[in-house]
Antibody, heavy 123, light 113 residues
Framework: EVQLVQSATELKKPGESLKISCKGS????????IAWVRQMPGKGLEWMGF????????RYSPSFQGLLTISVDKSISTAYLEWSSLKASDSGMYYC????????????????WGTGTTVTVSS | DIVMTQSPESLAVSLGERATINCKSS????????????LAWYQQKSGQPPKLLIY???TRESGVPVRFSGSGSGTDFTLTINSLQAEDVAVYFC?????????FGQGTKLEIK
């Protein structure tokens, strides 16, 4: 069974750093792009960017470029989303998601979603 | 960015009736060389991650009930749920993967009347 299991809920203070994770299993982790999607409380879905685990090619939405870093550790089939200095406005639910193309095509639909990580940033 | 606009924002339909959700993109998401529309539909139930229902605008994902169907091309798309069941209560999102940054509609909340 294809699964993306994300790290647990985080409660942080403004200015702190954070790295959340997404571990893939049940498929060839290197062969599929992994996207990150934000959902603010009671709101819609925002595509943040994605990464191709095979060569760590990462691409960002202009709305998130420079604000965070997407990375991957191939050896443990895990993708990451990292902030160096959190703001209250970073609070929300973060999903990782698998792009469905086996060929490494990035222009493809998301077929599997992660379990989600809730991030709360509050003083 | 390609803006995806869904209508209505919320919808109440009686059990057994049909629900129709519309999605309009700010530019065509039809890749004419492949004759494919780069549009997907997702269902998100309360407290859960989204679930893929439809891709390439009209292809039903494996395991999705046949009462769910997608149609449309270019800039105008529709998700239809025939014979609404209680378990279909959810928020539905359309999503374009034609051009980065990929974008989603704002969601349509479906309830039982």
């Amino acid at each position: 069974e294809v699964q993306l299991v994300q790290s647990a809920t985080e409660l942080k203070k403004p200015g702190e750093s954070l790295k959340i994770s997404c571990k893939g299993s049940g498929y060839s982790f290197l062969s599929h792009w992994i996207a990150w999607v934000r959902q603010m409380p009671g709101k819609g879905l925002e595509w943040m960017g994605f990464i191709y685990p095979y060569d760590s090619d990462a691409r960002y939405s202009p709305s998130f470029q420079g604000l965070l870093t997407i990375s991957v550790d191939k050896s443990i089939s895990t993708a990451y989303l990292e902030w160096s200095s959190l703001k209250a406005s970073d609070s929300g639910m973060y999903y990782c998601a698998r792009v469905g193309a086996l060929t490494g095509d990035s222009q493809f639909y998301i077929d599997v979603w992660g379990t989600g990580t809730t991030v709360t940033v509050s003083s | 960015d390609i803006v995806m606009t869904q209508s209505p924002e919320s919808l109440a339909v009686s059990l057994g009736e049909r629900a129709t959700i519309n999605c309009k993109s700010s530019q065509s998401i039809l890749y004419s060389s492949y004759n494919k529309n780069y549009l997907a539909w997702y269902q998100q139930k309360s407290g859960q991650p989204p679930k893929l229902l439809i891709y390439w605008a009209s292809t039903r994902e494996s395991g999705v009930p046949v009462r769910f169907s997608g149609s449309g091309s270019g800039t105008d798309f529709t998700l239809t749920i025939n014979s609404l069941q209680a378990e279909d209560v959810a928020v539905y999102f359309c999503h374009q993967y034609y051009r980065t940054p990929y974008t989603f509609g704002q969601g349509t909340k479906l309830e039982i009347k």
